[in-house]
């Protein structure tokens, strides 16, 4: 009722004025009114839906931009853009093909009916069926009108006596139905090329449309492939979050109960080695990924070892031909102090916590409490003359005894030092173990076990709280009597340099690192970890072998490694381990197969992985990510190293790297 | 620059049920394929629209707005089409507003020209209509108001 109420309103409005001028706001008025009519259901149509969508979308429409047509090549369209709609609908509708039908009729001769098609189909053996409806489209004038053509002419010939005649002498078209033939047929063919126009149209169109299908499709894989990687790295945290919970729990419960001794190595927390999330300052988000963002200047050797407790805890240094490792501050990038007692270069680092543990050149593994240094740093500066450092240190070299001596060195520095009666708790060296004969070159310690690895190709198990040996696993009985070979196993005699490992020294040149430089390699034992009583070691005879701490056996060795192996580190599943023939090797632990091998360019002194990547020092200036899930490779070079990085060492996105420049440089993964 | 359109004589001529029939099959056939080409679009939506049922005349413009909606190069064409949809429909309003899109880009466009007075002829006999409906309403109401007059004159 509203249209008509408001068209009434308005009409009373403009009556005076409707006898003037009729403006268009008039008759658009007037208009609404005539339409009320209809509207009010003349011939009663309901308003569907269908309606109003394109009343609603007519509006929406009008505002659409509509972008230039390119000039259309007359009427063919061919050169030019592609036939207008209408000339489309004349070419393809069914009607089209009238006039072909047509005129094929018109050529269609009229004898008896011979049953061609049940004979051919008889022939082809086929069941005969009732003819269907043949074609679309013949409209029934046109049949109508042929057939009594044709009749009429049968007709008009009478009865003939039809001879042999071929079936084209009898039909008379005359001159216009030729004509009118003619133009159609061009008609048709004009058709037939605007129908191949549409179709050439069509397929450029879909080939597109294929090949933004294509993209999006690799995007979406590459998004899969993040998403796992996503996934992956949530395990992890899974996984570490319910170990510290349970550590948490413990504690609580153990408080009581809790050794604090200051004479005894701290009590050591569940291996944190594989461990994530790391606790990091909230600045840590903000630095560029791919970028080392704090350097430290270790010395003037290329770095040898090195290890951290925590990211933004305290890190070790050591560098080749020095025997003093480094102890610094991560927070504020400073060096606390040193650690001094050993003999020889120091090799192998580990840090867990307060604690850290050090293997040199000397033979010997020399245990530290971190938390000392700093006392330890302020007494030494109190006027100590330097010779006198040096005095001290040819001191502790005679006077290096045999069982194990706590550490006299830094209480024996003389006058100043009154504390030399506390013999045992001066000084951050907490211990000293000795057994080996020559450098020790790998170990690993985890809880109160420590394992080492020499250059007397013996690994050696240790008991931290006794300081004791507590077996020792020979390598070269392990060569000479290797475990029953396995079904389809390499036979020893594949280890490229069995012969020189059970001869004497151990040596063998490094392939030349990226900048030309080489060395001689004479770590017999790479690496070593153990977990519970499996232990894994890695040789120079290129054999990484699993052993039984039990026993003190090696129940398997895994072959496949070329070179020495330099460094080494195991999960619940695989096995990895980097050697100096330029790769690195993935193993399945349980079965002993080889999962992967990642090839560099030149030999891999160091590396590191998780589920998700494998970080490795491989003989070049930047650090190599491996991306585990997209098999891509990436290398850290922004800020980085200027001589080839030797080792390196992450937690979580924490990494420390460093080189033979001397430099250790801290990333933010 | 020009399209290529019929003149709006040809959408009264309708064409056969199955003519129809055939254009609603392929283009069902093609949905079911969800690859439908323009071509077919456009030649159903023709069919439609050239036909005098208002049911099949809406469908048809629902599909050619699709077509406007999806083909920025056939738009041009389309505003014809769909002008041509409303006017048979009746909504005059529509109908002008997109002749007036196309006469914009095409002002020598011999058949959107025509259209353009067809639809104004429209509007105007509406119009008619309207007035005259006023009129016999205003007379309608003079005559009530007079006898409600006299009424109250009398007493």
């Known amino acids: 009722m509203t249209p008509r109420i408001m068209a009434h309103a308005t009409t009373v409005s403009s009556r005076p004025r409707a006898a003037v001028t009729a403006g268009t706001r008039h008759?658009?008025?007037?208009?609404?009114?005539?339409?009320?009519?209809?509207?009010?259901?003349?011939?009663?149509?309901?308003?569907?839906?269908?309606?109003?969508?394109?009343?609603?979308?007519?509006?929406?429409?009008?505002?659409?931009?509509?972008p230039d047509t390119p000039t259309a090549a007359g009427s063919d369209g061919e050169g030019g853009g592609p036939?207008?709609?209408?000339?489309?609908?004349?070419?393809?509708?069914?009607?089209?093909?009238?006039?072909?039908?047509?005129?094929?009729?018109?050529?269609?001769?009229?004898?008896?009916?011979?049953?061609?098609?049940?004979?051919?189909?008889?022939?082809?053996?086929?069941m005969v069926e009732d003819a269907g409806a043949e074609g679309e489209g013949e409209s029934e004038e046109d049949v109508v009108v042929v057939g009594k053509r044709g009749e009429r002419e049968r007709g008009k010939r009478g009865r003939k006596k039809r001879g042999r005649e071929s079936l084209s002498a009898q039909k008379v078209f005359g001159r216009e139905e030729l004509e009118r033939q003619?133009?159609?047929?061009?008609?048709?063919?004009?058709?037939?090329?605007?129908?191949?126009?549409?179709?050439?149209?069509?397929?450029?169109?879909?080939?597109?449309?294929?090949?933004?299908l294509d993209i999006i499709r690799t995007k979406l894989e590459e998004d899969l492939l993040k998403l796992h990687e996503d996934d992956l790295e949530l395990d992890d945290e899974l996984e570490m979050v319910r170990e510290r919970l349970e550590l948490e729990e413990s504690r609580t419960r153990g408080t009581k109960g809790s050794k604090g001794a200051a004479q005894v190595p701290p009590h050591l927390p569940p291996s944190r080695r594989r461990k994530g999330p790391a606790f990091l300052p909230s600045e840590h988000d903000e630095l560029p990924p791919g970028m080392a963002f704090m350097t430290l200047e270790c010395g003037s050797s290329p770095i040898a070892a090195l290890d951290f407790s925590e990211p933004y805890g305290t890190l070790v240094t050591a560098t080749q031909d020095d025997a003093q490792p480094r102890v610094w501050d991560l927070l504020s990038g400073e060096e606390i102090g040193r650690l001094r007692g050993h003999t020889g270069a120091v090799k192998a680092v580990q840090v867990e916590d307060a604690v850290c543990l050090t293997g040199s050149a000397d033979g010997t593994v020399r245990v530290w409490d971190l938390r000392r240094v700093d006392a330890e740093a302020d007494e030494w500066e109190h006027g100590m003359v330097h010779l006198s450092d040096v005095i001290e240190e040819a001191e502790e070299g005679e006077g290096e005894g045999e069982g194990v001596v706590v550490d006299a060195s830094v209480a024996g520095s003389g006058a100043v030092r009154q504390g030399a009666s506390k013999e045992e708790e001066d000084g951050p060296c907490v211990r000293v173990l000795e057994g080996h004969s020559k450098a020790v070159t790998a170990m690993y310690f985890e809880d109160e076990t420590l394992v080492t690895g020499a250059s007397d190709k013996t690994l050696r198990q240790w008991d931290l709280n006794t300081g004791q040996c507590v077996m020792t696993m020979d390598i070269l009985w392990a060569l000479s009597h290797p475990p029953s070979v396995p079904p389809g196993g390499a036979l020893p005699g594949h280890l490229f340099s069995g012969a020189a490992a059970a001869a004497g020294a151990f040596a063998v040149p490094t392939p030349p690192y990226a900048d030309g430089s080489w060395e001689m390699y004479q770590d017999f034992v790479g690496?070593?970890?153990?977990?519970?009583?499996?232990?894994?070691?890695?040789?120079?005879?290129?054999?990484?072998?699993?052993?039984?701490?039990?026993?003190?056996?090696?129940?398997?060795?895994?072959?496949?490694?070329?070179?020495?192996?330099?460094?080494?580190?195991?999960?619940?599943?695989?096995?990895?381990?980097?050697?100096?023939d330029k790769s690195i090797r993935i193993w399945d632990l349980r079965t002993g197969g080889i999962f992967e091998t990642v090839k560099y360019d030149h030999a891999v002194t160091s590396l590191q992985f998780d589920s998700r990547k494998i970080v490795s020092a491989a003989g070049e200036n930047g650090v190599k990510v491996y991306n585990r899930t997209s098999m891509q490779h990436s290398t850290l070079l922004t800020n980085g190293h200027t001589k080839p990085v030797e080792k390196l060492s992450y937690m979580d996105r924490y990494l420390v790297s460093g080189a033979r420049d001397a430099m250790v440089k801290i990333w933010a993964l | 620059m020009a399209v290529?359109?019929?003149?709006?004589?040809?959408?009264?001529?309708?064409?056969?049920?199955?003519?129809?029939?055939?254009?609603?099959?392929?283009?069902?056939?093609?949905?079911?394929?969800?690859?439908?080409?323009?071509?077919?679009?456009?030649?159903?939506?023709?069919?439609?629209?050239?036909?005098?049922?208002?049911?099949?005349?809406?469908?048809?413009?629902?599909?050619?707005?699709?077509?406007?909606?999806?083909?920025?190069?056939?738009?041009?064409?389309?505003?014809?089409?769909?002008?041509?949809?409303?006017?048979?429909?009746?909504?005059?309003?529509?109908?002008?507003?997109?002749?007036?899109?196309?006469?914009?880009?095409?002002?020598?466009?011999?058949?959107?020209?025509?259209?353009?007075?067809?639809?104004?002829?429209?509007?105007?006999?509406?119009?008619?209509?309207?007035?005259?409906?006023?009129?016999?309403?205003?007379?309608?109401g003079t005559l009530l108001v007079a006898t409600l007059v006299r009424r109250a004159a009398r007493k």
């Open chain 1, 83 to 126: 036939p207008s709609l209408l000339r489309g609908f004349q070419a393809t509708i069914p009607s089209a093909d009238k006039g072909r039908t047509r005129r094929r009729q018109t050529r269609n001769v009229e004898a008896p009916r011979m049953g061609m098609k049940r004979m051919s189909m008889g022939a082809r053996g086929l």
């Open chain 1, 27 to 66: 008759r658009v008025d007037f208009a609404t009114l005539g339409r009320t009519p209809l509207r009010l259901g003349l011939g009663s149509r309901r308003i569907t839906s269908r309606e109003l969508e394109i009343v609603e979308a007519a509006d929406e429409l009008l505002t659409v931009e509509i």
């Open chain 2, 4 to 140: 290529d359109v019929p003149y709006a004589a040809d959408a009264e001529v309708s064409l056969s049920f199955d003519e129809l029939q055939v254009l609603r099959t392929q283009y069902e056939r093609e949905v079911a394929q969800s690859h439908v080409t323009t071509q077919t679009k456009f030649n159903f939506a023709w069919g439609l629209v050239k036909s005098p049922v208002r049911e099949h005349q809406v469908e048809g413009v629902r599909i050619l707005q699709d077509i406007y909606r999806s083909e920025p190069a056939r738009r041009r064409e389309c505003l014809y089409y769909i002008a041509l949809g409303y006017y048979k429909m009746g909504n005059y309003e529509d109908a002008k507003n997109f002749n007036g899109l196309l006469l914009d880009k095409e002002p020598a466009n011999l058949q959107a020209q025509s259209l353009g007075t067809l639809i104004e002829q429209g509007v105007s006999r509406e119009g008619y209509i309207g007035m005259a409906l006023a009129g016999g309403a205003a007379a309608i």
């Open chain 1, 527 to 580: 690496a070593v970890q153990f977990w519970g009583y499996a232990l894994v070691s890695g040789s120079g005879d290129g054999a990484v072998r699993m052993w039984d701490m039990r026993t003190g056996q090696a129940h398997r060795t895994l072959l496949g490694h070329t070179g020495p192996v330099t460094c080494l580190q195991f999960d619940e599943i695989h096995v990895v381990s980097g050697s100096l």
């Open chain 1, 182 to 212: 003619t133009s159609e047929i061009k008609r048709d063919k004009e058709n037939l090329h605007v129908r191949r126009s549409l179709i050439h149209n069509d397929i450029a169109e879909i080939t597109h449309k294929i090949e933004a």
